[in-house]
């Protein structure tokens, strides 16, 4: 069964109807009716793609949730640890920017869809892999591989959790903002700091 007008496009209306309808409604508040209904698809063409909802949402994970392909050297600054992992925030935060609405999804799903946590597992792993060898080429000193996998967990905690809005209630006083500019900054610098501190670099 196919699309005779427009096989390639139905599919992505499906996914586009999906991410909208998940991140407004929830995954079990969003029927496959609902969804074919606004990607303007027979049901049946929905279940031709997705045989389950739970399908679609794969779908959407493997493809919008994902590390992109970094050279390590396009990131890394021999000496400068700091800017380096910084260069490496500014990456991702701008990815996280483009595809806001599935990583409301995403939030919203973590605790509760098993496939969400097998991709997020799998995303931060991706990460913490990129973030050790950038962290390694910036370095001048010996770090011990533990200190190195603890930073890199560490700043990919940071720079991939959810931001507070200062207009929301649950906001800090001030509307401290994690992903500012200025605390990306002094984080980077207190993890570098201890990454090279005696004690720490000498740790395998």
């Not at 389950?52 to 890394?76: F, H, N």
Request: glycine letters at 8%; one cysteine or more.
């Amino acid at each position: 069964m196919t699309d005779p007008e427009d096989p390639a496009g139905a599919r992505t209306r499906i996914l586009d109807a999906a991410t909208t309808l998940f991140a407004a409604h929830g995954f079990d508040g969003t029927s496959t009716a609902r969804i074919a209904r606004v990607a303007s698809v027979p049901k049946g063409l929905l279940f031709y793609y997705f045989p389950t909802k739970s399908d679609i949402l794969s779908a959407l994970l493997a493809e919008g949730l994902g590390v992109p392909a970094i050279d390590p050297t396009s990131l890394s600054v021999p000496g400068d640890p700091v800017r380096a992992l910084i260069n490496v925030g500014e990456r991702i935060l701008r990815n996280h920017a483009a595809s806001g609405v599935l990583r409301e999804i995403i939030w919203h799903e973590s605790h509760t869809r098993p496939e969400v946590g097998a991709a997020l597992t799998r995303y931060r792993q991706a990460l913490h892999a990129t973030i050790e060898q950038v962290l390694s080429a910036s370095l001048t000193a010996h770090v011990g591989s533990a200190a190195l996998r603890a930073a890199a967990a560490a700043w990919g905690a940071t720079i991939t959790a959810r931001p507070l809005d200062s207009g929301r209630p649950d906001a800090p006083p001030g509307g401290y903002l994690l992903h500012s500019a200025e605390s990306l900054r002094s984080i980077a610098e207190l993890l570098c700091a201890g990454l090279v501190a005696p004690h720490i670099s000498t740790l395998s």
